[in-house]
Protein backbone atom coordinates (compact mmCIF):
# COMPACT_ATOMS: atom_id res chain seq x y z
CA UNK A 1 0.00 0.00 0.00
CA UNK A 2 3.00 2.66 1.10
CA UNK A 3 5.36 0.61 -0.54
CA UNK A 4 5.53 2.43 -3.93
CA UNK A 5 4.57 5.94 -2.45
CA UNK A 6 7.33 5.77 -0.43
CA UNK A 7 9.66 4.27 -3.06
CA UNK A 8 10.35 1.03 -0.78
CA UNK A 9 10.30 -2.30 -1.72
CA UNK A 10 9.96 -4.40 1.15
CA UNK A 11 7.76 -3.89 4.11
CA UNK A 12 11.04 -2.18 6.25
CA UNK A 13 9.39 -2.57 9.93
CA UNK A 14 8.07 -6.16 10.00
CA UNK A 15 7.35 -7.65 12.67
CA UNK A 16 9.02 -11.13 11.65
CA UNK A 17 12.69 -11.36 13.02
CA UNK A 18 14.00 -10.97 9.42
CA UNK A 19 18.19 -11.24 9.84
CA UNK A 20 18.29 -8.86 7.04
CA UNK A 21 16.93 -6.63 8.88
CA UNK A 22 19.39 -6.49 12.06
CA UNK A 23 20.67 -3.48 13.18
CA UNK A 24 24.02 -4.14 14.44
CA UNK A 25 24.55 -1.17 17.00
CA UNK A 26 27.23 -1.66 19.18
CA UNK A 27 25.65 -3.65 21.71
CA UNK A 28 24.22 -6.43 19.33
CA UNK A 29 27.26 -6.82 17.59
CA UNK A 30 28.92 -7.77 21.32
CA UNK A 31 25.86 -9.55 22.25
CA UNK A 32 26.47 -11.39 19.10
CA UNK A 33 30.47 -11.98 19.26
CA UNK A 34 29.70 -12.86 22.77
CA UNK A 35 27.50 -15.80 21.62
CA UNK A 36 28.76 -17.06 19.02
CA UNK A 37 31.99 -17.36 21.22
CA UNK A 38 30.20 -19.61 23.98
CA UNK A 39 28.68 -21.62 20.80
CA UNK A 40 32.06 -22.35 19.76
CA UNK A 41 33.24 -23.19 23.40
CA UNK A 42 30.04 -25.16 24.01
CA UNK A 43 29.30 -23.32 26.96
CA UNK A 44 25.92 -22.21 28.47
CA UNK A 45 25.07 -18.45 27.46
CA UNK A 46 21.76 -16.04 28.90
CA UNK A 47 21.01 -13.36 26.84
CA UNK A 48 17.66 -10.93 28.59
CA UNK A 49 16.16 -8.14 27.61
CA UNK A 50 12.65 -6.37 27.61
CA UNK A 51 10.30 -7.21 25.68
CA UNK A 52 10.44 -5.96 21.42
CA UNK A 53 14.48 -5.25 22.43
CA UNK A 54 15.59 -7.70 19.15
CA UNK A 55 16.17 -10.95 21.31
CA UNK A 56 14.49 -13.15 18.94
CA UNK A 57 16.06 -11.55 16.18
CA UNK A 58 19.52 -11.70 17.59
CA UNK A 59 19.10 -15.59 18.15
CA UNK A 60 17.71 -16.13 14.47
CA UNK A 61 21.41 -14.40 13.29
CA UNK A 62 23.05 -16.88 15.48
CA UNK A 63 21.83 -19.64 13.92
CA UNK A 64 21.87 -17.93 9.96
CA UNK A 65 25.90 -17.48 10.95
CA UNK A 66 26.55 -21.21 12.15
CA UNK A 67 26.41 -24.12 9.31
CA UNK A 68 28.08 -26.76 10.95
CA UNK A 69 25.95 -27.60 14.50
CA UNK A 70 23.10 -29.10 14.58
CA UNK A 71 20.59 -26.25 16.18
CA UNK A 72 17.29 -27.18 17.92
CA UNK A 73 15.09 -24.28 18.62
CA UNK A 74 12.72 -24.59 21.38
CA UNK A 75 10.32 -21.59 21.28
CA UNK A 76 7.51 -22.73 24.29
CA UNK A 77 9.98 -23.95 26.87
CA UNK A 78 7.02 -24.92 29.21
CA UNK A 79 8.36 -28.53 29.05
CA UNK A 80 9.26 -31.10 32.41
CA UNK A 81 12.36 -32.65 31.99
CA UNK A 82 10.89 -35.31 30.46
CA UNK A 83 9.33 -33.81 28.03
CA UNK A 84 12.70 -31.88 27.30
CA UNK A 85 14.65 -34.76 27.02
CA UNK A 86 11.95 -35.88 24.28
CA UNK A 87 11.98 -33.14 22.52
CA UNK A 88 16.16 -32.99 22.12
CA UNK A 89 15.48 -36.67 21.24
CA UNK A 90 12.82 -36.09 18.47
CA UNK A 91 15.39 -33.31 17.15
CA UNK A 92 18.40 -35.25 16.82
CA UNK A 93 16.06 -37.96 14.90
CA UNK A 94 16.05 -40.62 18.11
CA UNK A 95 13.08 -42.65 18.76
CA UNK A 96 12.59 -41.15 22.56
CA UNK A 97 12.17 -43.80 25.33
CA UNK A 98 10.35 -44.46 28.72
CA UNK A 99 12.94 -44.31 30.88
CA UNK A 100 14.93 -40.57 31.84
CA UNK A 101 18.13 -42.98 31.86
CA UNK A 102 17.39 -44.52 28.11
CA UNK A 103 16.80 -41.00 27.06
CA UNK A 104 20.09 -39.57 27.97
CA UNK A 105 22.17 -42.75 27.14
CA UNK A 106 20.87 -42.46 23.62
CA UNK A 107 21.28 -38.75 23.77
CA UNK A 108 25.01 -38.96 24.40
CA UNK A 109 25.40 -41.54 21.78
CA UNK A 110 24.19 -38.71 19.75
CA UNK A 111 26.09 -36.23 20.60
CA UNK A 112 29.76 -38.43 20.35
CA UNK A 113 28.54 -39.42 17.03
CA UNK A 114 28.41 -36.01 15.85
CA UNK A 115 31.29 -34.53 17.84
CA UNK A 116 33.11 -37.23 15.72
CA UNK A 117 31.71 -35.56 12.38
CA UNK A 118 33.24 -32.48 13.29
CA UNK A 119 29.59 -31.05 14.43
CA UNK A 120 28.26 -29.76 17.71
CA UNK A 121 24.29 -29.26 19.17
CA UNK A 122 23.27 -25.64 19.73
CA UNK A 123 20.36 -25.68 22.21
CA UNK A 124 18.41 -22.21 21.97
CA UNK A 125 15.80 -21.94 24.10
CA UNK A 126 13.73 -18.56 23.77
CA UNK A 127 11.41 -17.19 26.13
CA UNK A 128 13.31 -19.04 28.57
CA UNK A 129 11.69 -17.01 31.55
CA UNK A 130 8.75 -19.35 30.86
CA UNK A 131 10.61 -22.50 31.46
CA UNK A 132 7.89 -24.03 34.58
CA UNK A 133 10.53 -25.04 37.36
CA UNK A 134 13.46 -25.89 38.83
CA UNK A 135 13.34 -29.77 37.96
CA UNK A 136 13.35 -28.23 34.20
CA UNK A 137 16.24 -25.36 34.41
CA UNK A 138 18.16 -28.73 36.48
CA UNK A 139 17.73 -30.85 33.18
CA UNK A 140 19.22 -28.55 31.54
CA UNK A 141 22.26 -27.98 33.69
CA UNK A 142 22.90 -31.70 33.65
CA UNK A 143 23.11 -31.76 29.57
CA UNK A 144 26.13 -29.75 30.37
CA UNK A 145 27.33 -32.92 31.12
CA UNK A 146 27.85 -34.29 28.33
CA UNK A 147 31.33 -33.96 27.50
CA UNK A 148 34.68 -35.11 26.77
CA UNK A 149 37.68 -34.75 28.57
CA UNK A 150 38.43 -31.45 26.70
CA UNK A 151 35.43 -30.32 25.21
CA UNK A 152 31.79 -29.72 25.88
CA UNK A 153 29.39 -31.89 23.50
CA UNK A 154 26.51 -29.06 23.89
CA UNK A 155 26.21 -25.49 23.74
CA UNK A 156 22.72 -24.06 25.57
CA UNK A 157 21.43 -20.93 24.59
CA UNK A 158 18.62 -19.19 27.26
CA UNK A 159 17.05 -16.31 26.17
CA UNK A 160 14.10 -14.10 28.10
CA UNK A 161 13.01 -11.38 29.52
CA UNK A 162 14.45 -9.66 32.69
CA UNK A 163 12.58 -12.30 34.53
CA UNK A 164 14.87 -14.84 34.13
CA UNK A 165 17.95 -13.40 35.71
CA UNK A 166 15.88 -12.62 38.47
CA UNK A 167 14.90 -16.35 38.59
CA UNK A 168 18.45 -17.56 38.34
CA UNK A 169 19.65 -15.43 40.56
CA UNK A 170 17.98 -17.41 43.70
CA UNK A 171 20.33 -19.74 45.75
CA UNK A 172 18.30 -22.34 44.06
CA UNK A 173 20.29 -21.94 41.19
CA UNK A 174 23.55 -21.66 42.15
CA UNK A 175 24.87 -24.68 40.62
CA UNK A 176 23.38 -23.63 37.19
CA UNK A 177 25.07 -19.81 37.55
CA UNK A 178 28.34 -21.36 37.87
CA UNK A 179 28.09 -22.93 34.37
CA UNK A 180 27.19 -20.00 32.48
CA UNK A 181 29.73 -18.76 30.69
CA UNK A 182 28.05 -15.64 29.23
CA UNK A 183 25.71 -13.34 31.04
CA UNK A 184 24.45 -10.19 28.09
CA UNK A 185 21.40 -8.07 28.51
CA UNK A 186 19.92 -5.48 25.41
CA UNK A 187 19.18 -2.04 26.50
CA UNK A 188 17.22 0.25 24.22
CA UNK A 189 18.37 2.37 21.99
CA UNK A 190 19.68 5.65 22.46
CA UNK A 191 18.67 8.56 20.62
CA UNK A 192 21.44 8.53 17.74
CA UNK A 193 20.53 4.85 17.75
CA UNK A 194 17.29 5.19 17.00
CA UNK A 195 17.73 7.51 14.22
CA UNK A 196 20.41 4.99 13.04
CA UNK A 197 18.10 1.85 13.27
CA UNK A 198 15.50 3.89 11.21
CA UNK A 199 17.18 4.81 8.69
CA UNK A 200 18.89 1.16 8.18
CA UNK A 201 15.79 -0.84 8.15
CA UNK A 202 14.47 2.13 5.35
CA UNK A 203 17.75 1.54 3.16
CA UNK A 204 17.55 -2.38 3.01
CA UNK A 205 13.46 -1.89 2.45
CA UNK A 206 14.87 0.13 -0.83
CA UNK A 207 14.43 3.87 0.15
CA UNK A 208 16.86 5.45 -2.20
CA UNK A 209 14.64 9.09 -2.88
CA UNK A 210 16.03 10.79 0.34
CA UNK A 211 15.05 10.83 4.37
CA UNK A 212 11.52 9.28 4.67
CA UNK A 213 10.90 10.52 8.06
CA UNK A 214 11.89 14.31 9.24
CA UNK A 215 14.48 14.83 11.39
CA UNK A 216 11.48 15.73 14.06
CA UNK A 217 9.77 12.86 13.36
CA UNK A 218 12.89 10.65 14.18
CA UNK A 219 13.06 12.48 17.67
CA UNK A 220 9.35 12.02 18.12
CA UNK A 221 9.87 8.36 17.38
CA UNK A 222 12.38 7.86 19.65
CA UNK A 223 10.78 8.89 22.69
CA UNK A 224 7.61 7.79 22.21
CA UNK A 225 8.79 4.59 21.35
CA UNK A 226 11.53 4.37 24.61
CA UNK A 227 14.14 3.09 21.99
CA UNK A 228 12.10 -0.42 21.94
CA UNK A 229 13.02 -1.63 18.54
CA UNK A 230 9.85 -3.34 18.46
CA UNK A 231 7.56 -0.26 19.48
CA UNK A 232 9.56 1.50 16.95
CA UNK A 233 8.34 -1.34 14.27
CA UNK A 234 5.01 -0.66 14.99
CA UNK A 235 4.83 2.97 15.21
CA UNK A 236 7.07 3.40 12.29
CA UNK A 237 4.62 1.40 10.23
CA UNK A 238 1.56 2.99 11.58
CA UNK A 239 3.24 6.70 10.66
CA UNK A 240 3.72 5.62 7.21
CA UNK A 241 0.70 4.40 7.03
CA UNK A 242 -0.86 7.75 8.11
CA UNK A 243 1.79 9.49 6.16
CA UNK A 244 0.80 7.77 2.91
CA UNK A 245 -3.29 8.73 3.86
CA UNK A 246 -2.11 12.48 4.22
CA UNK A 247 0.02 11.93 0.90
CA UNK A 248 2.66 13.15 3.06
CA UNK A 249 5.97 12.73 1.18
CA UNK A 250 8.31 12.98 4.22
CA UNK A 251 6.59 11.96 7.12
CA UNK A 252 6.45 14.67 9.97
CA UNK A 253 6.24 14.39 14.19
CA UNK A 254 2.44 15.25 14.00
CA UNK A 255 2.32 12.36 11.65
CA UNK A 256 3.85 9.91 14.04
CA UNK A 257 1.80 11.33 17.08
CA UNK A 258 -0.91 11.15 15.48
CA UNK A 259 0.21 7.21 14.52
CA UNK A 260 1.28 6.74 18.44
CA UNK A 261 -2.22 7.61 19.34
CA UNK A 262 -3.59 4.53 17.23
CA UNK A 263 -1.22 2.32 18.71
CA UNK A 264 -1.15 0.19 22.29
CA UNK A 265 2.83 -0.20 23.17
Not at 66 to 84: F, G, H, S
Not at 149 to 163: H, K, R, S
Request: charged residues 25%; glycine residues 6%; contains cysteine.
Amino acid sequence: MYKAFYGLNARPFGKTPDPRFLFMAPQYEEALARLQYAVEEREIAVLTGEIGSGKTTLSRALMDRNERDQIILIVNPRLTPNQLLRELALRLDLTPGHYRADMVDALSDRLLQLHEEGRGVVLIVDEAQLIPGKPTFDEIRLLSNFQLDDTNLIAIVLIGQPELRKRMAHPAYAALRQRVGMWYHLSALGPEETADYVAFRLQVAGAGNGPVFAPAAIDAIHRLSRGVPRVINNLCTNALLVGFGKEERKVSAATVEEAAREIVT
